[in-house]
């Protein structure tokens, strides 16, 4: 390490060559660093995915077969009734046999991006609602037991009926004790 002079003066040690990182230095530690420009093209994954799943939907649609079969039936009938020297497929319709393989080798690829796409969504859906009914199950567990504890408690409360006959019964019995005779109301009187 070699000693070296920073903008206020002061001095601090330099790594030698070998010991600095690679890269440029930076500069201030509180922005992030440039992105490089790498070799490879920069895509957004989202936005293919979006439209592989709109190609993978017309391709499953009866529209993209009425469109197919019209093409290769005016392909076909091109190809074997005009002159030999407009015909674009010269040989018995290997062009066009290469046409249908490169469609569907385009075609298959997109289809199983769709398909994962869509698989990762209804995983996600499935998550959501298996946690949706576990919560669900918990709250219904948890209104059980209060439901079972107010049915204790309530087991427990004196109702107005319960009440009403309490008081009858002790009516009766005072009654029967005479409690209250009939002669005292008369002098009180």
Not at 12 to 37: I, Q, S, T
Not at 92 to 121: C, E, G, H, K, V
Not at 180 to 185: D, G, K, N
């Amino acid at each position: 390490m070699s000693p070296e002079r920073t903008e206020r003066g002061e001095v601090r040690e330099r790594p030698a060559p070998h010991e600095r990182p690679h890269g440029p230095p930076r500069v201030r530690l509180d922005l992030p660093r440039v992105k490089r420009r790498g070799w490879l093209p920069e895509y957004d994954p989202e936005a293919f995915g979006r439209t592989s799943e709109r190609i993978a939907r017309f391709l499953g649609t009866g529209r993209f077969i009425v469109w197919m079969t019209v093409v290769i039936i005016l392909w076909v009938v091109w190809n074997t009734t005009v002159p030999g020297h407009l015909r674009f497929d010269q040989y018995p319709f290997i062009f066009l046999t290469l046409m249908l393989s490169l469609q569907a080798s385009y075609a298959a690829p997109l289809i199983l991006l769709a398909q994962n796409r869509q698989d990762d969504r209804d995983r996600v859906n499935l998550e959501q609602d298996r946690k949706q009914n576990e919560r669900s199950i918990a709250d219904t567990e948890y209104l059980t037991r209060e439901i079972a504890a107010l049915r204790m408690g309530l087991g427990e409360v004196a109702t107005r009926d319960w009440i009403r006959s309490e008081f009858q019964e002790l009516v009766k019995e005072m009654e029967q004790r005479r409690v209250f005779p009939e002669e005292s109301e008369e002098r009180d009187r």
